[in-house]
């Protein structure tokens, strides 16, 4: 993640993010947990997801929105929290 180092990013367990096919999914960094409701798109042979999320930051409620592109086994994309900081992001697919 661009905003926050890898120390705060696997704080709790190895950061992740996973989607399922129909667009649903959770993510984990650092101390923030959340679900997704996304929208996954083919463009130009690669997947693209546009989502919004729910969660929480130790125990205080949270929301934002973020997109996500697949390309191959690696995953680019920017997550946003509402009313707070937004980070780009790199994943690989297991």
Not at 54 to 75: H, I, L, P, T, Y
């Amino acid at each position: 993640m661009d905003e926050w180092d890898e120390e705060y990013i696997d704080m709790e367990e190895t950061a992740y993010l996973k989607i399922n096919k129909d667009g649903t999914g959770q993510f984990q960094f650092g101390l923030v947990t959340g679900e997704i409701d996304g929208r996954i798109e083919i463009r130009k042979e690669n997947e693209r997801i546009e989502f919004s999320w729910s969660g929480f930051d130790e125990n205080d409620a949270m929301s934002g929105r973020g997109w996500a592109e697949v390309n191959k086994k690696e995953m680019n994309g920017w997550i946003y929290i509402h009313l707070g900081d937004d980070s780009g992001f790199k994943a690989l697919k297991k």
